[in-house]
T-cell receptor, first 113, second 112 residues
Framework: LAKTTQPISMDSYEGQEVNITCSHN???????ITWYQQFPSQGPRFIIQ???TKVTNEVASLFIPADRKSSTLSLPRVSLSDTAVYYC??????????????FGAGTRLFVKA | DADVTQTPRNRITKTGKRIMLECSQT?????MYWYRQDPGLGLRLIYY???????NKGEISDGYSVSRQAQAKFSLSLESAIPNQTALYFC???????????FGSGTRLTVV
């Protein structure tokens, strides 16, 4: 199981770009990297997923270096509503056993006005 | 309607009581999961089911049981609730073709 390490918390201001880095040194060849966002009293919500290089969608970008031992979630121009906990998961839940991806404590992002 | 619906949203129960948390989904996913979240911590897997006839323990299954009544329904039971089972419980679904979980809104359970 690929364990992940993320900062416990981060602060930012509205309009800034926020980058959250996740370390996953023992990532396996078949593992994907997935990020989730969780607001208080709600279930986590899928944000973005990637395998290598860069992935971008309407919400965020995900940067993955060639060695895949880390990944960086980039949130452009954050707003107050981006205040949430962000989780990095490594694994492949499509296959048997991939379900064991571990949700750690995540990174608590606080966006200030 | 939500893709994954959990009931109840909030519940207060007494120590020793049996309680059931229910989850239903309209995603058509074959895999369903129950997670527990404690304040300041991540989510820990309690039980999971890959189809109606498949039930598996997660990392913290002691004190819990589950039932997969249909592809769309997966319930979690606490046979004899204890205070340290006070937590936020989430149901999630997935299938073999996508990369992400779909979570319900959670059930906040308090055992007094």
């Amino acid at each position: 199981l690929a364990k992940t390490t993320q900062p416990i918390s981060m602060d930012s201001y509205e309009g800034q770009e926020v980058n959250i880095t996740c370390s996953h040194n023992n990532i396996a060849t078949n593992d994907y990297i997935t990020w989730y966002q969780q607001f208080p009293s709600q279930g986590p919500r899928f944000i973005i997923q990637g395998y290598k290089t860069k992935v971008t969608n309407e919400v965020a970008s995900l940067f993955i270096p060639a060695d895949r031992k880390s990944s960086t979630l980039s949130l452009p121009r954050v707003s107050l509503s981006d205040t949430a906990v962000y989780y990095c998961l490594v694994g492949d839940i499509r296959v048997t056993g991939g379900f064991k991806t571990i949700f750690g404590a995540g990174t608590r992002l606080f966006v200030k006005a | 309607d939500a893709d994954v619906t959990q009931t109840p949203r909030n519940r207060i129960t007494k120590t020793g009581k049996r309680i059931m948390l229910e989850c239903s989904q309209t995603k058509g996913h074959d895999r369903m999961y129950w997670y527990r979240q404690d304040p300041g911590l991540g989510l820990r897997l309690i039980y999971y089911s890959f189809d109606v006839k498949d039930i598996n323990k997660g990392e913290i299954s002691d004190g819990y049981s589950v039932s997969r009544q249909a592809q769309a329904k997966f319930s979690l039971s606490l046979e004899s609730a204890i205070p340290n089972q006070t937590a936020l419980y989430f149901c999630a679904t997935s299938d073999s073709t996508n990369y992400g979980y779909t979570f319900g809104s959670g059930t906040r359970l308090t055992v007094v």
